[in-house]
């Protein structure tokens, strides 16, 4: 059957449920839809965010409704703070199965204003932690016999997007951290892809970027008529955290109506 935007009809994912799940930045935007996702398959679904707000009342909700879910606040730019983090999550959940590393911030900024302290604090935030995330996940994926590692990459420097430029490098290094992982993890069955979002309708980006005038530029520019809602990236998430695609890896799975 064919649906649209406003009348979805989404699969259930055995192989998922009671599957320890890690997702970083998991308090708002993607990553929240993501994190609900993974809830709604069953899995057992953990969080990293410096947003304690959020990611406290996310959880709270979550909880309230019979969720399996646990939140730690952690600052990812601190690698022993993410390290602890995952050992907690461990400690709670098991050892993760699933890593979506998401976490990541696209402030804008004039390439003429870059230091290279603000430089090397943009890189933390977008592309540091996702490998030791993957680091202090991978010895319990290998115990395990195999998991899946997806990295949240953008389709910003794909088309040449300006205004941004640090974030659209971190971007792009997205892609060989994966395949790169890819290569030495999959003797051990573990899954490293890159999932590729357009320009997506957080709350975020209709608060801060969207105008009608941009929105206009992105639905002419996309093969698809319909702005990018969150939920389709984190669909894409299950997917590739799944048993269905047990044979992908190494690879970028884009979610961005056709604007490539």
């Known amino acids: 059957m064919v649906t649209t935007s406003s009348s979805p009809s989404f699969a259930i994912y055995p192989s998922l449920r009671d599957v320890p799940v890690l997702v970083t930045g998991g308090a708002s ?12 398959q069953g899995s057992r679904v953990a969080f990293l965010d410096f947003d304690v707000e959020s990611g406290s009342r996310l959880v709270a909700d979550l909880q309230a409704a019979g969720a399996r879910v646990h939140f730690e606040p952690c600052d990812l730019r601190d690698v022993d703070a993410l390290r602890q983090a995952v050992a907690r999550v461990a400690d709670v959940h098991g050892a993760a199965r699933v890593l979506v590393n998401n976490a990541a911030r696209d402030d804008r900024h004039r390439w003429e204003d870059v230091t290279p302290e603000f430089y090397d604090e943009r890189i933390a935030t977008n592309l540091r932690h996702m490998f030791f995330a993957i680091q202090a996940v991978a010895p319990g994926m290998i115990a395990a016999g195999g ?6 990459g953008s389709d910003s420097w794909w088309r040449a997007g300006g205004g941004f430029p640090v974030y659209t490098t971190a971007k792009a290094a997205v892609h060989g951290l994966t395949r790169g992982m890819a290569r030495d993890l999959g003797p051990h069955r573990i899954r490293v892809n890159t999932l590729v979002p357009g320009w997506t309708m957080t709350e975020r980006q209709k608060t801060l970027w969207v105008t009608p005038e941009k929105m206009a530029a992105q639905l002419a520019a996309q093969c698809l008529p319909d702005p990018i809602d969150p939920v389709y990236v984190a669909r894409m998430a299950l997917f590739l955290a799944s048993d269905d695609s047990a044979q992908c890896t190494a690879n970028n799975y884009m979610v961005e109506a056709g604007s490539i």
Not at 29 to 40: K, L
Not at 147 to 152: A, C, K
Request: proline share 0%.
């Open 29 to 40: 935007g993607i990553g929240m839809e993501i994190v609900r996702a993974f809830v709604d």
């Open 147 to 152: 998991g899946s590692i997806i990295n949240l």
